[in-house]
Structures are given as C-alpha cells and as structure tokens.
C-alpha cells in the first residue's frame, strides 16, 4: 500500500527535475525500505532515481531491487556508468545479476571493468551453480601471520571499505593458504600486546568447505556452528572466498521456496509468481498434474477390476474413501518427516533400516488406533459381525504400506542422486491409493468368500 502512495510523487518529481527531494529520497529510509518504494518505476526510471543518491548508497539500494530489475537496468543503462555501479558491488551480487544478463552485454560491461574486478567476475563464474564457490564472495580480510597486532589494526583500516565483513579475520602465510582466525573483538583486545604477532592470537581449529562442496553441506555447517561466515578453500588450502550467512539466509529461503513447490507436485518458479506468464505457470503445474491425472488411472484401472466384487460387498463401498485416505495421510507424514530430516542431516543413508523399522512400528502403532475407530463404525454397516473385521484390518495394513512408502521413496531418491523433494506428497499418496485398493479387496476376498 505505501508504494502506491510514493510512485506518483517519485514520477511528478522526476518529471519536474526535483533533484533535492530525489536526493533526500534515497537517504531518507533504510535502503531496502527505499527499494521497496521504486518497485513500480521502469527501470529507466528506477535508474534516474538512483543516480541522485552517493555511490556506496546507491550501490546499496540497487542490491535490495528485485532481480528482474537489476537486470533490466544493467541491459538498458549507459555502459559506462553500469560498469562503474558493477565495480562497486559485491564480488557476489555481481557474478549472481551478470548470470541472467545477455552475453553480448556482459561482455561490453566486462570490456569497461579494471581489471582486478574482471578477472574476480570471470573466476567466480568458473564455479558450477550449487556449489560452495558459486555461493562465496571473495571480499574478506587477509592478513598475514607474521604481522603484529598494531601492523594488523592498520591494514583493517585500509582493507575495511572494501570488505563485506570484518568481524572475522582470516590468516594466511606468503603462499595465500589458510593457517587461523583472529576475530575483531580478539584484535581489539590483544591491543595491550601490541607487538604480539597474529601467529601467537590465531585460533588454527578451523572449519572450512571446499569450493566444489554442495550449498547445503555449507548452510549446514554455518547453523550447526551459528558462524557468520565460513571460509571456502580449494584443494591446497588456499583461502578463495568465504561465505556469509546472510547468503546462506538466502539459499536457505530459495530452498524452503523449491521444497514447497516440489511438495505440492509444481515444477519450481524460475520467477516470482505475478512475473510468471500464464502459459509457462500452466506448462509447469501442467505437466506434473498430467502425470498425476495417469496415475490416478491406474487407480480406476485396479478398482475396476474388483467390479464385480464390489457388487457383490456393496456395503465396503463407502468405506473406500476413508481406507484410501488414511493409507495416502500417513504416507504423507512419513514423506515430509524423512525429507526434512534428510535436508538436515538428522538421518544418513546409512540410518535406512531403522528408519523402516521405526516406520514400521509407527505403522502399526497408528493403523491400530484407526483400527479400534474403524471396528466401532464398521459394526454398523457390516451385514453379519465378522464381516465388520474387513475394515479394521485393511486399515492397519494400509497405514503400515503408506509409512513404509512414505519413508523409503525419499530414501531411495536420494541413493540415486536425486533430489527427495521430488517424490512429493501427491505421489505418494497416488502410490499409496493404488495398493491400498489392492490390500483393500484383498482381505475382503479372505474373509468373506
């Protein structure tokens, strides 16, 4: 609500060459607050606005646009003046807002870049996506051990403007590999020594990834240990790059995002909902919708085939609902219990039996507890009382088939490399239905031919 409030005093005041109000703008709020606000403007006009505010302001604000924007902006601007906002972000930010931007263009702001910031683009980019380096800044706070506490504050002053974070201070020798941290707070207190050397401060028990290691052993490894940043090294030790938390705060959103999607049987979004054409929301919910539409004709397909039977048994007809249902509900549990765990390194691979057999004993546990429920009701429909043990029965065996392939689709998922989120809960559930349908006819046929 508060943007459409701004947007015409943004436009009336560009339009009208307001410099000091466009100036106070974007200095007024936090900058993301400010980004907020520009949601609406065209990127030309996002731009016009932009370049009222000083460099690291700027540079601050167009990190908070959306991405779409970014992007927009640097394809559409003045060259020169894209390269020099370019030079001023995040060694990270700009490989991640370069990666959709056109080759063509890339390469004409690559052309304009020093140097230094186009070998450090060109070298992230090397990274494959998913990995440790494609996620890494390599902006942090190098120091060498053989320098002193007072050497040390002074080369913190020189580096600080161009660190993203120098609350940790990462120690290397001549050759640029890792040998300890000292953090800020331990510099500032080792000011009593000043000629102690940071070889005698540094703690050398690190915690490290390496540049190829999978994002999610890296978010992993920054919540077990609460750090804000953890160093990325490659195969000689060297230090290349540390990662942030407020990245991995992002990876994790993206995945939560992703998980969400894949739980629900849709193709993740590429972008934002209302930025998604309707043709390519359709074609992504579409696909996986036609996959479950053949697998619940699998389900007509079975049921068919117990036709006749039904017939026969009307009265275990309104009971197939609540058989199937129950059957599906459990798998689901068990579906989302496994993936989670396994997305936080709870379970292992190697933990696969006594996942099975705690599902299993699960399985038992609540298919029994419906199954006192189901007697009861039962009771009232069955034609003769030992009839009514059809209904109990199936269910205790459906829930222990929907805990058991609840749990150990996600496993096996995983053993093949891919992504357990991907057997989500519409699968499972039609999974489940299908032989539940088959368990269902079956203890029917034992116990009443």
């Known amino acids: 609500m508060v943007n459409t409030l701004y947007l015409p005093e943004l436009r009336e005041a560009l339009a009208e060459g307001r410099d000091d109000e466009l100036r106070e703008f974007c200095t007024a709020l936090h900058p993301v607050r400010t980004a907020e606000f520009m949601e609406g403007l065209t990127a030309d006009e996002a731009w016009r606005v932009l370049e009222h505010a000083d460099v690291p302001t700027r540079v601050e604000i167009f990190t908070y646009l959306e991405h779409h924007r970014q992007k927009e902006i640097l394809e559409t601007q003045d060259r020169e003046k894209m390269a020099a906002l370019l030079a001023e972000l995040a060694s990270d930010d700009r490989v991640d807002v370069l990666a959709d931007v056109e080759d063509s263009i890339v390469q004409e702001l690559l052309a304009r870049l020093p140097a230094a910031e186009r070998r450090d683009i060109l070298r992230l980019s090397q990274y494959p996506d998913g990995t440790a380096g494609a996620m890494m800044t390599s902006e942090f706070a190098r120091l060498s051990e053989s320098l002193t506490v007072k050497q040390a504050l002074d080369e913190i002053g020189k580096q600080a403007e161009q660190l993203e974070l120098i609350y940790y201070l990462y120690i290397v020798d001549d050759d640029g590999h890792l040998r300890g941290i000292v953090s800020a707070r331990q510099l500032v207190a080792a000011m009593r020594r000043p000629d102690m050397h940071l070889s005698e401060l540094m703690e050398s028990d690190l915690v490290t990834v390496r540049v190829l290691d999978d994002q999610e052993e890296v978010a992993h490894q920054v919540a077990r240990l609460d750090l804000l940043a953890i160093p990325v090294v490659d195969e000689e030790y060297r230090i290349v790059g540390i990662v942030t938390h407020d990245d991995v705060i992002d990876f994790v959103q993206e995945e939560a995002v992703r998980d969400a999607h894949q739980s629900a049987a849709v193709d993740p979004l590429v972008d934002s909902y209302l930025r998604t054409p309707i043709l390519t929301l359709s074609w992504k919910r579409g696909v996986w919708l036609s996959i479950l539409f053949f697998c619940g004709l699998l389900t007509v397909l079975v049921l068919s085939r117990y036709e006749q039977n039904l017939e026969r048994w009307a009265w275990l007809v309104p009971f197939l609902p609540l058989v199937i249902s129950s059957g599906g509900n459990s798998g689901n549990q068990s579906a989302t219990l496994v993936i989670t765990a396994l997305s936080r390194g709870h379970i292992r691979m190697s933990d696969w039996v006594t996942v099975v057999t705690r599902e299993a004993v699960m ?65 499972v559930a039609g999974i489940v239905d299908i032989l539940g349908i088959v368990i269902y006819m079956t203890v029917a046929f034992l116990l009443l031919e």
């Open 363 to 427: 399985g038992v546990v609540l298919g029994g507890t419906l199954a006192l429920f189901g007697i009861g009701v039962s009771l009232l429909f069955a034609p003769a009382p030992s009839e009514a043990w059809v209904i109990p029965l199936t269910l205790i065996l459906v829930v222990i088939c929907g805990t058991l392939t609840g749990s150990t689709l996600p496993l096996v998922f995983q053993s093949l490399g891919w992504d357990p989120a991907i057997m989500s809960n519409p699968f």
